[in-house]
């Protein structure tokens, strides 16, 4: 058995709005709208993972999701940009990323983030 991909689910009952806000934010198209499910994706190809957390890190909260980008700081200015609910700074961390985090419309923490090594 092999795992080929593994989706994020977010609960919400104003899918639109949602969507506005990660296709504005990480630049995601419409792979899929069926009204009660829309599906945003990238052409990329990536390693599936499932990170077990007791903590976020640094002292910060479990994030919801961790979402890397090729690049956090330009993704930082365009949430910023966009008035979007920073929640931790753009920090660099000892493990060797550089993040921050933000809050989508339903309320879900994203760990956005580079690596830096």
């Not at 806000?21 to 009204?35: A, G, N, Q, R, S």
């Not at 499932?50 to 999701?65: F, H, K, R, Y």
């Not at 990323?97 to 879900?108: A, E, H, I, L, S």
Request: hydrophobic letters at 40%.
């Amino acid at each position: 058995m092999a795992v080929r991909r593994i989706v994020a689910n977010i609960k919400t009952d104003k899918p639109s709005k949602v969507q506005t806000f990660y296709k504005e934010l990480f630049d995601l198209t419409v792979l899929m709208d069926f009204e009660w499910i829309i599906t945003l994706g990238t052409d990329e190809h990536c390693s599936p993972q499932i990170s077990l957390m007791n903590e976020g890190g640094s002292g910060a909260p479990v994030p919801d999701l961790s979402i890397e980008v090729d690049d956090v700081n330009a993704t930082f200015a365009r949430a910023k940009e966009l008035g979007f609910d920073i929640v931790y700074d753009l920090t660099d961390e000892p493990w060797g990323v550089r993040r921050f985090f933000v809050t989508d419309p339903t309320g879900k923490s994203l760990n956005i983030l580079s690596h830096t090594t």
